[in-house]
């Protein structure tokens, strides 16, 4: 997915999400517009997942506004909505219920598979795709 967000727009080349601790807000709020368009262009919903969980690493307030829009989205695939229901709750400093605690463990593992990668940026793509 990053790397299609690499070829529309070659300039993010070097400024992927998961580096966005090194990042100005304003390069934040630019890759969280384009994990925003690549979520709403996404044909599977392993690129929806893995859009939500690149969303989730920024530091963006706008990104709570986008999980809250996903969860209430009438056509949206139930385990995505799902996903952003739980980070949208995590993120706003809410409990999360019985019902989705299972995706604290899917965090845990995208976490784990995204620090195996060591940030090697087509890697953690990968990796996190078939999570």
């Known amino acids: ?3 299609h967000v690499v070829e529309l727009h070659p300039d993010k080349k070097g400024k992927e999400p998961w580096n966005a601790l090194n990042l100005a807000d304003e390069g934040q709020n630019v890759l969280f517009e384009e994990l925003r368009k690549s979520f709403q262009q996404s044909a599977t919903l392993e690129e929806q997942m893995l859009a939500l969980y690149l969303m989730n690493e920024l530091s963006t307030p706008e990104k709570v506004g986008f999980f809250f829009d ?28 019985a019902d989705l605690q299972q995706f604290e463990q899917c965090a845990r593992i995208a976490d784990a598979l995204y620090n195996y990668t060591k940030k090697d940026d087509e890697l953690i793509e990968e990796c996190l795709q078939f999570w």
């Open 1 to 3: 997915m990053w790397q």
């Open 70 to 97: 996903v969860t209430q989205a009438k056509n949206g695939v139930p385990i995505v909505s799902q996903l952003a229901k739980y980070f949208f709750l995590l993120n706003s400093h809410k409990s999360i219920p």
